[in-house]
């Protein structure tokens, strides 16, 4: 699990741009240069000083449950951003380091999934709503398969996804591949999906996969004059 995370962050931090609004109180040691004046700066992560505790107090807060490599991930940095790719993954600000853990908890809708024990934890790239962890059953350190729900369902399991991950650490790998080959297609880096997570984006959500798959490569040809 280490060597996945420790991978994922290697990828994330070449492919994610070093430019951010100015935090106010944003530790020294994290920024990389002095603020522009339209408050830019670059940033660097630096390591996370959060304890499973700090976690625990938010499970119980909202009655979820994470799974272990979701805590192993987040508190390793302290990082100002978390869009990569096809999701939006909560970054870990030093002064809020859980805020936005929080955010994807303390909504309505989630407080519907949540019922239902599905725990949201990331947005989406297309708007279509939140990533959520399906913890309807039980699993060895709570690594749970993801799905999507579809905000337009208000809460109605209708606006349930397939299986598209079989686990965090299986996404965190897809994630790598797709910012380590930031040069191709998006309908290429999806294909490896399927091969990378066959129990998850390879089995249940291979149709899902398919399909996005279809529309990226006939967007990519509109664009590049392919018939």
């Not at 000083?49 to 799974?67: A, G, I, M, Q, W």
């Not at 999507?148 to 399991?157: A, K, N, Q, S």
């Not at 997570?197 to 664009?223: C, H, M, N, T, Y």
Request: proline share 5%.
């Amino acid at each position: 699990m280490k060597d996945i995370i420790n991978s994922f962050f290697d990828a994330f931090f070449s492919f994610t741009s070093p430019d951010a609004v100015y935090v106010e109180n944003t530790p020294q040691n994290m920024m990389n240069s002095d603020v522009d004046s339209e408050g830019w700066y670059k940033w660097k992560p630096v390591e996370g000083t959060l304890s499973y505790e700090d976690y625990n107090k938010v499970e119980k807060r909202f009655n979820v449950k994470f799974p272990k490599s979701f805590i192993e991930w987040h508190k390793k940095y302290f990082f100002l951003r978390g869009g990569c790719s096809i999701i939006s993954l909560p970054p870990s600000y030093p002064t809020q380091a859980l805020q936005r853990v929080i955010d994807n908890l303390d909504n309505d809708l989630s407080e519907e999934l949540i019922a239902q024990k599905l725990y949201p934890f990331a947005t989406d790239d297309n708007d279509i709503g939140f990533f959520v962890f399906d913890a309807r059953e039980d699993k060895t350190d709570n690594e749970y398969p993801i799905r999507l729900y579809d905000h337009e369902y208000g809460g109605d399991l209708d606006g349930l996804s397939e299986i598209l991950f079989s686990s965090f650490t299986k996404l965190l790998e897809c994630l790598t591949y797709a910012m380590e080959n930031d040069s191709l297609p998006m309908h290429e880096k999806l294909a490896e999906f399927i091969r990378i997570d066959p129990e998850g984006a390879g089995k249940d959500g291979i149709d899902f996969w398919l399909e996005r798959i279809a529309v990226e490569k006939e967007s990519f040809e509109d664009q590049n004059g392919i018939n």
